[in-house]
């Protein structure tokens, strides 16, 4: 019995839902992404073929689907500011550097695992609200749940292409704010600073300009990324020059 399917030609031809549910897969079984397990569950959902279906295939038929995959992962995604998916055009962020310290905390958060690209999908991109010729506008960023499902059925190309292109923005600003991301007063890792930072992560900045206010905080993550970041680079360098000069003191 012959079993018939379809490999993808590229990555605009792999559903976004998809390679979620592969990687999801890749998480439950960490030790099976360069095994078979791994390569039979990539070719079975990306291919839309059944598990057993598979098994029948000859091993140099299934070696080639494999590789063609393979070489369809390999490609180098590019970026793209509009997205069409069922009716509904999204725009990127028309400027990244205006982007909000809210939409940036989100995006870092969503970009950690692949299974959430979906929803960093959603702050990127928002349906287009004004067009006129290539510049348009956005709507207003209100959370990702509201568009995260639409971005389900985006295309690989797409969404990879996004990816990277807001991963170039983030290491303009680690570098233009090195001392805010390169750490502050000393202590090593098991030190309750640091572990307290890493439990807390973007939440204690948030809290400081919010001045400890829990009524503050919607209002703050509003306010324009580099905004906040000039304002928390001050602030670390004022008190770690506080802390130098108390510190010479206490010698004298």
Request: net charge negative; proline share 2%.
């Amino acid at each position: 019995m012959k079993v018939k399917f379809q490999v993808p030609a590229s990555l605009a031809d792999i559903p976004l839902k998809d390679y979620i549910a592969y990687q999801k897969i890749l998480e439950a079984n960490k030790c099976a992404e360069d095994s078979e397990f791994g390569a039979m569950k990539m070719v079975s959902i990306v291919c839309n073929v059944r598990y057993d279906e598979l098994q029948k295939l000859s091993l140099t038929q299934y070696d080639v689907v494999v590789q063609m995959l393979q070489d369809v992962f390999g490609e180098k995604p590019t970026f793209r500011n509009k997205i069409k998916i069922g009716d509904t055009e999204f725009g990127f962020i028309p400027k990244l550097d205006d982007i909000s310290l809210g939409e940036y905390v989100d995006l870092e958060n969503y970009m950690k695992s692949p299974t959430t690209y979906h929803k960093a999908m959603a702050v990127l991109y928002r349906p287009i609200t004004l067009k006129v010729k290539e510049t348009y506008l956005i709507e207003e960023y209100e959370g990702s749940d509201k568009y995260a499902e639409f971005f389900l059925d985006c295309d690989l190309q797409s969404t990879l292409g996004a990816m990277l292109f807001f991963l170039e923005f983030r290491k303009r600003i680690v570098e233009q704010y090195e001392d805010l991301f390169s750490g502050g007063i000393e202590d090593n890792e098991y030190g309750e600073r640091a572990q307290f930072g890493q439990r807390w992560g973007w939440y204690q900045s948030i809290n400081h300009l919010a001045d400890g206010s829990v009524t503050r905080i919607d209002e703050v993550t509003k306010l324009a990324l580099h905004k906040c970041l000039l304002k928390l680079m001050f602030d670390k360098q004022k008190t770690e020059i506080e802390i130098n000069e108390l510190k010479r003191k206490q010698r004298q």
